[in-house]
């Protein structure tokens, strides 16, 4: 298995950190140990593993998409504490 390289700088630069020698060194260490242990994961042999529910036939179970009638505007607007022309009223927040 190669040993992955990672910048730890740029890490550092994307995380928006400084981070002296002595850190990056840890740092680079830490994440070695991460994707080393990842690419164990890597190694597992998944072939023949049934997921949870393949076995019993899972399928989802929707309701029927029917049409019904919405709220009235009326009983909208009257939950609205602003509003005219059947619209909500909104203070502006973008210049």
């Known amino acids: 298995m190669e040993k992955p390289s990672i910048d730890i700088q740029y890490v550092a630069d994307l995380a928006r950190i400084s981070l002296n020698e002595e850190e990056k060194k840890m740092f680079g260490e830490q994440f070695a140990s991460i994707l080393g242990y990842i690419e164990k994961l890597k190694e597992v042999k998944i072939d023949d593993v049934v997921l949870k529910g393949e076995?019993?036939?899972?399928?989802?179970?929707?309701r029927e998409?029917?049409?019904?009638d919405g709220l009235a505007t009326e009983d909208v607007l009257r939950n609205a504490p602003h509003h005219a022309n059947n619209l909500f009223i909104v203070p502006k927040i973008i210049e």
């Open 55 to 62: 076995e019993e036939g899972f399928k989802n179970n929707l």
């Open 65 to 68: 998409d029917l049409p019904q």
